[in-house]
């Protein structure tokens, strides 16, 4: 059995915006096309053209049609990665010490040279953030783009995770959840950051921030980007790629 450390220093993750997130899958994208360059952990897929494709991806991104009781009903994009969670159940049921929680900043990684692949963090993860990579036999997660955000190489602006980096909308925010002045703190505290399935006492390190009441006058910037009907859809796609 792999121990947790004690508490972190830093507390690395997410703040994803459910308000703001399209689902445009941008995020999934930069995630697999960093990690297929050489970098992180490699990601595989087989039959990626025929009748039955398949892959390994660390994050995903869900739509869901909800009815809200007063109001029409709306899609809400759903993104899903590891949450690198403080008292992490995929690290304590390896048994070979593979998956394990850094110490210094609270990131949750496995080390493949000493996974076998026997599914059990799988299995333990109530989230559903780990896959195993069928070519290369071990399993996979989010990394949280360890290989980015310490890399000096790497002009500042870009030492985020690659789905940070590349979310067009300004959804997915990167932060250190142990600094109540860090970005992501003070969003989920301003925004009312949702912990996924407290009750679990998994203490996931990422927050979900929900969405607004819709016919609620907007007070975001990215307001104007996510309105299609006021400019066309070719007039929004050059809005967009302007911010770029």
């Known amino acids: 059995m792999t121990m947790l450390p004690g508490p972190t220093p830093k507390k690395l993750g997410l703040a994803i915006d459910l308000d703001t997130c399209v689902g445009c899958n941008a995020c999934v994208t930069a995630c697999k096309g960093w990690n297929d360059q050489g970098y992180g952990a490699p990601l595989s897929d087989q ?121 067009p909308t300004g959804a997915r925010h990167f932060g250190d959840f142990a600094d109540p002045n860090s970005n992501v703190s003070r969003l989920s505290a301003e925004r009312g950051g949702m912990e996924l399935m407290p009750e679990l006492g998994t203490m996931p390190v990422n927050r979900y921030l929900p969405p607004r009441e819709k016919g609620v006058e907007q007070t975001s910037p990215l307001a104007p980007l996510l309105d299609i009907r006021a400019t066309g859809l070719a007039g929004w796609l050059d809005l967009v790629l302007s911010r770029f």
């Not at 660390?58 to 990665?81: C, I, K, M, T, W």
């Not at 593979?98 to 609270?106: I, L, Q």
């Not at 799988?122 to 949280?144: F, H, S």
């Open 47 to 167: 039959n990626p053209y025929g009748s039955d494709p398949s892959g390994t991806f660390l994050n995903r991104v869900h739509s869901y049609e909800v009815q809200p009781p007063d109001g029409p009903a709306q899609v809400v994009n759903f993104p899903r990665s590891c949450l690198h969670c403080e008292a992490a159940p995929c690290v304590t049921v390896c048994p070979t010490g593979a998956s394990y929680k850094r110490a210094e900043d609270g990131i949750v990684l496995v080390n493949e040279d000493a996974c076998i692949g026997c599914g059990l963090c799988a299995w333990a993860c109530p989230y559903g953030a780990r896959e195993l990579d069928q070519a290369a036999g071990v399993m996979k997660k989010c990394t949280l783009c360890v290989d980015r955000i310490y890399n000096d190489n790497l002009p500042e602006v870009d030492r985020v995770p690659a789905c940070v980096r590349t979310c």
